[in-house]
């Protein structure tokens, strides 16, 4: 006979638990009498993320020596912009 795992914790959540609306949810969100729009969603609700760039970059990949690798890694985070800059200096001068 299978075993009874009494260790499962329910995911369930009691939609009664959900936080508040705020004003300005309620200013943005559509509004529907049953399949009809009558007022669409102005905008969004989450916070916007960060603005697009007008010069974005590119990815690609670059094979690099191991001692170069570590001796920008050793600044820190922020290595690849560090080396980004370093390019930039040496090609574009």
């Known amino acids: 006979m299978p075993e009874s ?5 329910s ?11 705020t004003e300005d949810q309620f200013a ?3 509004i529907r009498i049953g399949d009809r729009v009558i007022r669409p969603a102005n905008g969004t609700l989450t ?3 960060r603005p697009k760039s007008a010069t974005p970059k590119k990815q690609v ?4 020596d191991q001692e170069v ?12 912009s560090r080396a ?3 390019l930039k200096k040496a090609v574009c001068a």
């Open 28 to 30: 943005r969100a559509e």
């Open 69 to 80: 690798i570590e001796k920008l890694r050793e600044g820190g985070p922020g290595w690849q």
């Open 5 to 9: 795992n009494a260790d499962t914790e």
């Open 47 to 49: 916070r916007p993320g």
């Open 84 to 86: 980004n800059e370093i």
């Open 11 to 21: 995911n369930w959540v009691d939609p009664d638990d959900a936080p508040e609306w």
């Open 61 to 64: 990949t670059l094979r690099l």
